[in-house]
């Protein structure tokens, strides 16, 4: 299994500011993704966090509105640029450990733009 | 990934087994049947996963039809704990593109 800690848990932040979200793996991962859940709806997919290179992109989100980063197998951020009261959701960071194997997720940030 | 349906919501009495239906009625063959369930507040959790052959561990069993098609997912022993959104999920092994969510099936534990 692998424990996943989200940083901030939660936030409130002025529209128009970013924040970053720092997600922490205990052990190395190859797949690492970031999905966000907008209030009352499902899961939806941002982004896979490529190590060493540009994450890949979701249709529908952009780097320049998330910019990921993924220095290591360990560790990635998720940064929510310019927001605004849209952005309000659960942002959540997910890893696999092994082809063909389960989803770990974090307990996810919720963030509040106001 | 294919896409699934589900029901909205199920209830089920404490101590009785939930069953949660799964139509996969355009799964591909290199499609593997995932489910989680998501805790008011808290990331999703796995349950269960498998291709063709039914399974069980110490969480739930899934059991999926002959031609893939559907697949339901039983709780043996409901808690109120149990209550949650249920996701039935069809990806292909490897799980290297993430997954697709569907509304999935809000699953409340009546005592």
């Known amino acids: 299994s692998a424990v996943i800690s989200q940083k901030p848990s939660r936030d409130i932040c002025q529209r128009g500011t970013s924040l970053t979200i720092q997600c922490q793996v205990d052990?190395?991962?190859?797949?690492m993704f970031w999905y966000r859940q907008q209030p009352g709806q499902s899961l939806t997919l941002i982004a896979t966090a490529n190590q060493g290179s540009e994450a890949t992109y979701e249709s529908g989100f952009v780097i320049d509105k998330f910019p990921i980063s993924r220095p290591n197998l360990t560790f990635s951020t998720l940064t929510v640029s310019n927001m605004s009261p849209e952005d309000s959701s659960i942002y959540l960071c997910?890893?696999?450990?092994?082809?063909?194997?389960?989803?770990?997720f974090g307990q996810g940030t919720r963030l509040t733009v106001v | 990934d294919a896409k699934t349906t589900q029901p909205t919501s199920m209830d089920c009495a404490e101590g009785r087994a939930a069953n949660l239906p799964c139509n996969h009625s355009?799964?591909?063959?290199?499609?593997?049947v995932y489910w989680y369930r998501q805790i008011h507040s808290q990331g999703p959790q796995y349950i269960i996963h498998g291709l063709k052959n039914n399974e069980t561990n110490e969480m739930a069993s899934l059991i999926i039809t002959e031609d893939r098609k559907s697949s339901t997912l039983i709780l043996p022993h409901a808690t109120l704990r149990d209550t949650a959104v249920y996701y039935c999920i069809a990806a292909p092994g490897g799980g290297a593109d993430g997954l697709t969510f569907g509304k999935g099936t809000h699953l409340i534990i009546q005592p």
């Open positions: 052990s190395q991962v190859t797949m």
């Open positions: 355009t799964i591909s063959g290199n499609e593997y």
């Open positions: 997910s890893v696999e450990l092994a082809p063909n194997t389960e989803a770990f």
